[in-house]
């Protein structure tokens, strides 16, 4: 047995090039499970471990105003067990040269939150003694490089308040920086405030007033019920919203974040450790089969058919065992990488990278298993032959058989003469196996390649049309309260504003059956043009807001099983009845989930008689810097959106993907580029005698070249179609994957991408020709043309 | 027996040595090989295994260079030649014969012989050669048609044989040509070989098995890398005379 194992040794010397690849493949498959599984595992561990840490709120509740008093109300609630009131005032900060986005929010100043905490990471935390000392969230302090001690200029009260950072901390209310989960994150854009409660009470005017509670539910008890007691309490106050912990915007966020990088990993290395081992197995079984012969002998020399078997265990085993350790190490290194970029992007501060069973298990059990049978399979076939059989090597025996294909003549007349160009042609029909390994792995590396491919091209199409054909406006600008509409006269005095879309925008909770979910409707004229419709269904978007309908998107549709002509019901926290609306038209939205209608309509779910605004879509013509300022010193204004800075913004976030998408497109090229090279040097090796008796009698090494590519082309002719439809298909799951209910990823190829993705298939495979061809071009004429194939 | 066409050397080796280097040792192929080949010579070299006669094909046909030592076929002096140049020196002016055939199983017997004959003409004129001629002349034209896997043995091994008539060479080289031949056929192909001698072609046939040294008009001898013993055969059998 020692003798097998130590030709078992030898076998992979020999074959150190392919047997190398075959470990690549594996290492890929397991590295690319790893990657993927591990980080939405830390994601998800970080996430939790940051909601139980700091105490991310099981539901919130947001009033217009109430006492503070009614806190204690609040926690005497059956099923509560730890309420934290505070004044939430959205506002903006004087950058410079710039402004920003600001929401301050009061704490405890002399003890942390019991709920929605907040995580200090340099600095310290708030002090009674140091009233105008405030807490900045990290994400937006990075961004803009602010450290503790540097001022900000927070507006209050129509003035500018200078207010001293004394900590930069993690909020786990703001891992994803944005007020609603319609809204994209923004953290350049948007900076959180920690201040005392008290400060934030005298700063903007509003003693002993709280407008938010933070409320952590007893185990064991029904949320459902605790929820409904809250807003039984808060009535009295105006209940806007109330937010249950997996709607909390950043917690959404990271969930989805979760949620897509599981689904990624569901996907891609499946798809790539389908390819390894399905690649392994074919390699193996062409190995196996090469060496009938030698296991003919082996068994003529008296070793067992179990002792074959083992031997060739022992192979496979070599190969999962260091495709799996490379795999691991370059998975748990491709883990961490993505762990950084979390940091980076989600400011995560408990994110640790951790190698976990999990995943690696998984993966390590599918490839080794893959490996046992890709090994096996063919040598217990040979191990069953009788020796004599095994090793007999009859020369017209082992010749391959000859046949004139179909396609040669039918359409032969019109071919050129040459030998040289028929041989690929006749060639590819040969081996129908060996050209369906080749066209297999081409296609498999076509279904990668074309996946991200598509989601590279969904994301530009994304950014593109939305910000071309749907966001017409050049800057929002919202309103902290409703004001009358002759507010929007103020916004178009201003230099360089050339359109006003006043709109009013009201939280909503829109029902269907037992569906629900909270929105935000935006009233509209009419006639506004800041919005570009594509009316999936229904009327046309303006007679829809005419006769008093609604606009309704897509993905909120299909949640609710509504269409053009249903009727659903509209819950207002400025209304006691709920409204009955009709859906006019359905449309077609990838970001966000914005319900439309009309001013008046939305006016009345306001509880409103007269038509009012609390924000408005601006068109400008000028400095963009010059309107954000200048819009900022309009009185009343809680915010002012650039749309430059959100395309900047969202640019920025899907870095993210991006990055994602360089790990997959390295992945897929890698795996194109082994799997073809690992299909071509079979081919080639399996051929030795036949190319060296080629050359021997004369042919050129540049024709012997030209053959072994033209043969792959035409195996490329009848992959690559086979291979973008099914990387279509495979792009389509994907998208329709990680689409959620806030945005929709088209699934949508740009046309020059085909001729891109097909010139990428043909580069691998020109790449991967190379070393099979280096091999022809060092063929010992002498000996191989003696080779017994 | 002279053949009738014969007018002098058509290769001639000085002082050829090949040395293989296997990790620290040298392994002396051939050692000072001297030798002329004349037009329309059947020349058999005889040895055994490992004694270089393969080698000594191998260096006529380009398929391998000397250590030291000078070759010259048909004029040309190939000692020097790069890759590409031994290439051009064997698609014009060699045909061999392998022990296993070597037929290209995609092509049908005609288009392994016109494959040959494409090569040759590829750089410049065609040979005045027909591939169905040459394939009636070694007596399977009936089977030009059929594909190498639909041939015996020795009908595989004179479809060789008209490939290496194919760019009309000067030179065959024929490695252990009846190896895998069964007694009835390893004659039919050595009778072709003698009749292309008799036409003027040099024909050099190495091999095991000495009985087939009747029919040659030279026999070489090689030992330990050395042509030993040289032998003329002033009457050589005809191969239908031979029985081994």
Same mark, same amino acid.
């Given at each position: 047995?020692?003798?097998?194992?130590?030709?078992?040794?030898? +076998?992979?010397?020999?074959?150190?090039?392919?047997?190398?690849?075959?470990? =690549?493949?594996?290492?890929?498959?397991?590295?690319?499970?790893?990657?993927? =599984?591990?980080?939405?595992?830390?994601?998800?561990?970080?996430?939790?471990?940051?909601?139980?840490?700091?105490?991310?709120?099981?539901?919130?509740?947001?009033?217009?105003?109430?006492?503070? /008093?009614?806190?204690?109300?609040?926690?005497?609630?059956?099923?509560?067990?730890?309420?934290?009131?505070?004044?939430?005032?959205?506002?903006?900060?004087?950058?410079?040269?710039? &402004? =920003?986005?600001?929401?301050?929010?009061?704490?405890?100043?002399?003890?942390?939150?019991?709920?929605?905490?907040?995580?200090?990471?340099?600095?310290?935390?708030? /002090?009674?003694?140091?009233?105008?000392?405030?807490?900045?969230?990290?994400?937006?302090?990075?961004?803009?490089?602010?450290?503790?001690?540097?001022?900000?200029?927070?507006?209050?009260?129509?003035?500018?308040?200078?207010?001293?950072?004394?900590?930069?901390?993690?909020?786990?209310?703001?891992?994803?920086?944005?007020?609603?989960?319609?809204?994209?994150?923004?953290?350049?854009?948007?900076?959180?405030?920690? *201040?005392?409660?008290?400060? #934030?009470?005298?700063?903007?005017?509003?003693?002993?007033?709280?407008?938010?509670?933070?409320?952590?539910?007893?185990?064991?008890?029904?949320?459902?019920?605790?929820?409904? +007691?809250?807003?039984?309490?808060?009535?009295?106050?105006?209940?806007?919203?109330?937010?249950?912990?997996?709607?909390?915007?950043?917690?959404?966020?990271?969930? &989805?974040?979760?949620?897509?990088?599981?689904?990624?990993?569901?996907?891609?290395?499946?798809?790539?450790?389908?390819?390894?081992?399905?690649?392994?197995?074919?390699?193996?079984?062409?190995?196996?089969?090469?060496?009938?012969?030698?296991?003919?002998? /082996?068994?003529?020399?008296?070793?067992?058919?179990?002792?074959?078997?083992?031997?060739?265990?022992?192979?496979?085993?070599?190969?999962?065992?260091?495709?799996?350790?490379?795999?691991?190490?370059?998975?748990? %290194?491709?883990?961490?990488?993505?762990?950084?970029?979390?940091?980076?992007?989600?400011?995560?501060?408990?994110?640790?990278?951790?190698?976990?069973?999990?995943?690696?298990?998984?993966?390590? *059990?599918?490839?080794?298993?893959?490996?046992?049978?890709?090994?096996?399979?063919?040598?217990?076939?040979?191990?069953?032959?009788?020796?004599?059989?095994?090793?007999?090597?009859?020369?017209?025996? /082992?010749?391959?058989?000859?046949?004139?294909?179909?396609?040669?003549?039918?359409?032969?007349?019109?071919?050129?003469?040459?030998?040289?160009?028929?041989?690929?042609?006749?060639?590819?029909?040969?081996?129908?196996?060996?050209?369906?390994?080749?066209?297999?792995?081409?296609?498999?590396?076509?279904?990668?390649?074309?996946?991200?491919? *598509?989601?590279?091209?969904?994301?530009?199409?994304?950014?593109?049309?939305?910000?071309?054909?749907?966001?017409? %406006?050049?800057?929002?600008?919202?309103?902290?309260?409703?004001?009358?509409?002759?507010?929007?006269?103020?916004?178009?005095?201003?230099?360089?504003?050339?359109?006003?879309?006043?709109?009013?925008?009201?939280?909503?909770?829109?029902?269907?059956?037992?569906?629900?979910?909270?929105?935000?409707?935006?009233?509209?004229?009419?006639?506004?043009?800041?919005?570009?419709?594509?009316?999936?269904?229904?009327?046309?978007?303006?007679?829809?807001?005419?006769?008093?309908?609604?606009?309704?998107?897509?993905?909120?549709?299909?949640?609710? +099983?509504?269409?053009?002509?249903?009727?659903?019901?509209?819950?207002?926290?400025?209304?006691?009845?709920?409204?009955?609306?009709? #859906?006019?038209?359905?449309?077609?939205?990838?970001?966000?989930?914005?319900?439309?209608?009309?001013?008046?309509?939305?006016?009345?779910?306001?509880?409103?008689?007269?038509?009012?605004?609390?924000?408005?879509?601006?068109?400008?013509?000028?400095?963009?810097?010059?309107?954000?300022?200048?819009?900022?010193?309009?009185?009343?204004?809680?915010?002012?959106?650039?749309?430059?800075?959100?395309?900047?913004?969202?640019?920025?976030?899907?870095?993210?993907?991006?990055?994602?998408?360089?790990?997959?497109?390295?992945?897929?090229?890698?795996?194109?580029?082994?799997?073809?090279?690992?299909?071509?040097?079979?081919?080639?090796?399996?051929?030795?005698?036949?190319?060296?008796?080629?050359?021997?009698?004369?042919?050129?090494?540049?024709?012997?070249?030209?053959?072994?590519?033209?043969?792959?082309?035409?195996?490329?002719?009848?992959? =690559?179609?086979?291979?973008?439809?099914?990387?279509?298909?495979?792009?389509?799951?994907?998208?329709?994957?990680?689409?959620?209910?806030?945005?929709?990823?088209?699934?949508?190829?740009?046309?020059?991408?085909?001729?891109?993705?097909?010139?990428?298939?043909?580069?691998?495979?020109?790449?991967?020709?190379?070393?099979?061809?280096?091999?022809?071009?060092?063929?010992?004429?002498?000996?191989?043309?003696?080779?017994?194939? | 027996?002279?053949?009738?066409?014969?007018?002098?050397?058509?290769?001639?080796?000085?002082?050829?040595?090949?040395?293989? $280097?296997?990790?620290?040792?040298?392994?002396?192929?051939?050692?000072?090989?001297?030798?002329?080949?004349?037009?329309?010579?059947?020349?058999?070299?005889?040895?055994?295994?490992?004694?270089? $006669?393969?080698?000594?094909?191998?260096?006529?046909?380009?398929?391998?260079?000397?250590?030291?030592?000078?070759?010259?076929?048909?004029?040309?002096?190939?000692?020097?030649?790069?890759?590409?140049?031994?290439?051009?020196?064997?698609?014009?002016?060699?045909?061999?014969?392998?022990?296993?055939?070597?037929?290209?199983?995609?092509?049908?017997?005609?288009?392994?012989?016109?494959?040959?004959?494409?090569?040759?003409?590829?750089?410049?004129?065609?040979?005045?050669?027909?591939?169905?001629?040459?394939?009636?002349?070694?007596?399977?034209?009936?089977?030009?048609?059929?594909?190498?896997?639909?041939?015996?043995?020795?009908?595989?091994?004179?479809?060789?044989?008209?490939?290496?008539?194919? $760019?009309?060479?000067?030179?065959?080289?024929?490695?252990?040509?009846?190896?895998?031949?069964?007694?009835?056929?390893?004659?039919?192909?050595?009778?072709?070989?003698?009749?292309?001698?008799?036409?003027? $072609?040099?024909?050099?046939?190495?091999?095991?098995?000495?009985?087939?040294?009747?029919?040659?008009?030279?026999?070489?001898?090689?030992?330990?890398?050395?042509?030993?013993?040289?032998?003329?055969?002033?009457?050589?059998?005809?191969?239908?005379?031979?029985?081994?």
């Amino acid at each position: 047995m020692k003798m097998l194992l130590k030709k078992t040794w030898r +076998d992979i010397w020999t074959r150190k090039g392919q047997f190398g690849a075959i470990v =690549v493949l594996v290492a890929l498959g397991i590295a690319s499970y790893v990657i993927f =599984v591990g980080a939405a595992l830390d994601l998800g561990a970080a996430a939790e471990t940051s909601n139980e840490d700091l105490a991310l709120a099981d539901f919130s509740a947001q009033v217009q105003s109430a006492p503070a /008093s009614v806190v204690g109300e609040i926690e005497s609630i059956d099923g509560v067990a730890a309420v934290q009131g505070r004044l939430v005032v959205d506002t903006g900060m004087d950058m410079g040269d710039d &402004e =920003v986005a600001a929401r301050v929010i009061g704490l405890p100043a002399n003890a942390h939150p019991v709920v929605n905490d907040v995580l200090p990471i340099d600095g310290e935390y708030l /002090s009674p003694d140091d009233p105008r000392g405030v807490l900045l969230s990290n994400s937006f302090a990075s961004e803009r490089d602010i450290a503790v001690g540097d001022t900000l200029s927070v507006r209050a009260g129509g003035a500018t308040t200078e207010l001293t950072v004394r900590g930069i901390v993690v909020s786990i209310e703001y891992l994803f920086p944005r007020r609603t989960k319609a809204e994209l994150p923004n953290a350049a854009e948007f900076a959180v405030v920690f *201040a005392a409660q008290d400060e #934030v009470e005298a700063l903007f005017g509003q003693p002993g007033t709280v407008n938010e509670f933070g409320i952590l539910v007893e185990d064991g008890a029904d949320r459902q019920q605790v929820i409904a +007691d809250v807003e039984e309490v808060l009535s009295p106050y105006y209940v806007l919203t109330t937010v249950k912990q997996e709607d909390q915007p950043s917690n959404f966020g990271v969930n &989805e974040e979760i949620t897509q990088n599981r689904t990624m990993a569901g996907l891609i290395p499946m798809l790539v450790l389908a390819i390894s081992t399905s690649s392994l197995a074919i390699a193996l079984s062409r190995l196996v089969q090469s060496q009938r012969g030698e296991i003919g002998l /082996s068994k003529a020399l008296g070793y067992t058919d179990g002792q074959i078997l083992l031997q060739y265990l022992a192979f496979s085993l070599f190969i999962a065992l260091l495709g799996s350790v490379l795999g691991i190490g370059l998975g748990f %290194w491709g883990q961490w990488g993505v762990g950084q970029t979390y940091q980076t992007f989600l400011n995560l501060p408990l994110l640790e990278s951790v190698l976990r069973f999990e995943a690696v298990g998984g993966a390590v *059990a599918l490839s080794t298993l893959a490996c046992i049978v890709a090994g096996i399979a063919p040598a217990i076939r040979s191990a069953r032959m009788l020796p004599a059989r095994a090793m007999h090597q009859d020369p017209n025996l /082992s010749q391959t058989k000859g046949s004139i294909p179909v396609i040669e003549r039918l359409l032969g007349w019109a071919m050129p003469k040459s030998l040289a160009f028929r041989m690929p042609l006749r060639n590819v029909f040969r081996n129908r196996r060996r050209a369906l390994y080749t066209v297999i792995g081409t296609v498999f590396s076509l279904i990668l390649i074309i996946s991200m491919w *598509a989601m590279n091209d969904a994301f530009g199409f994304f950014l593109g049309d939305q910000f071309k054909s749907v966001e017409l %406006w050049d800057a929002t600008v919202a309103f902290g309260q409703f004001e009358p509409t002759s507010r929007a006269d103020e916004i178009a005095s201003l230099d360089g504003v050339t359109r006003v879309d006043s709109v009013v925008v009201v939280p909503l909770t829109i029902v269907v059956g037992d569906t629900e979910r909270e929105i935000t409707l935006t009233g509209m004229e009419p006639d506004a043009g800041f919005h570009g419709f594509k009316v999936a269904e229904g009327a046309d978007a303006p007679d829809t807001l005419r006769a008093g309908d609604i606009v309704l998107p897509e993905t909120l549709a299909k949640v609710l +099983d509504v269409g053009a002509g249903d009727a659903v019901l509209l819950e207002s926290p400025f209304i006691d009845a709920p409204v009955s609306a009709t #859906v006019g038209s359905v449309s077609e939205e990838m970001l966000g989930i914005p319900v439309f209608a009309s001013t008046e309509f939305a006016s009345r779910l306001a509880g409103t008689s007269v038509p009012v605004m609390n924000a408005a879509y601006v068109f400008y013509d000028g400095d963009q810097g010059t309107l954000e300022r200048s819009l900022y010193s309009l009185p009343g204004v809680a915010n002012v959106q650039v749309k430059q800075v959100v395309v900047d913004m969202l640019e920025t976030m899907l870095g993210l993907a991006l990055f994602f998408m360089a790990i997959m497109f390295a992945f897929a090229f890698l795996v194109a580029f082994v799997v073809l090279y690992n299909t071509i040097t079979t081919n080639v090796i399996e051929r030795t005698r036949e190319i060296a008796t080629m050359q021997t009698i004369g042919e050129d090494r540049t024709h012997l070249a030209w053959m072994v590519t033209s043969e792959n082309l035409l195996l490329a002719v009848v992959s =690559v179609p086979i291979g973008v439809w099914l990387g279509l298909q495979a792009a389509g799951v994907m998208f329709e994957a990680i689409s959620t209910e806030v945005y929709t990823l088209p699934a949508y190829i740009n046309p020059n991408s085909y001729v891109w993705i097909v010139l990428s298939i043909l580069g691998i495979l020109l790449l991967a020709e190379v070393p099979p061809i280096r091999r022809i071009f060092r063929l010992d004429l002498a000996e191989a043309t003696k080779v017994m194939e | 027996m002279t053949p009738a066409t014969a007018t002098g050397a058509v290769a001639t080796l000085e002082g050829i040595t090949k040395t293989y $280097k296997m990790g620290e040792v040298s392994i002396h192929a051939l050692n000072g090989v001297d030798l002329t080949l004349e037009r329309g010579e059947f020349v058999v070299v005889l040895g055994p295994s490992g004694s270089g $006669k393969t080698t000594l094909l191998n260096l006529l046909g380009g398929i391998d260079s000397p250590t030291s030592g000078r070759i010259v076929v048909d004029g040309e002096d190939i000692t020097n030649h790069k890759r590409n140049q031994l290439t051009y020196y064997r698609r014009e002016k060699v045909g061999f014969i392998f022990q296993f055939f070597n037929l290209i199983p995609t092509l049908t017997a005609i288009e392994n012989v016109q494959y040959a004959f494409q090569l040759a003409a590829r750089d410049g004129s065609a040979p005045d050669t027909d591939p169905q001629s040459l394939l009636e002349r070694v007596g399977i034209g009936d089977r030009a048609s059929h594909f190498p896997s639909q041939m015996s043995g020795g009908e595989q091994q004179r479809v060789a044989v008209a490939r290496a008539l194919a $760019k009309d060479p000067w030179l065959i080289l024929g490695d252990e040509p009846t190896g895998n031949l069964d007694f009835r056929m390893g004659k039919l192909v050595l009778g072709t070989l003698k009749q292309l001698s008799e036409q003027g $072609k040099t024909v050099v046939v190495v091999t095991h098995n000495s009985p087939i040294a009747a029919i040659a008009d030279r026999v070489l001898h090689i030992r330990d890398g050395k042509i030993f013993e040289e032998e003329r055969n002033e009457n050589p059998l005809s191969p239908d005379e031979l029985v081994w």
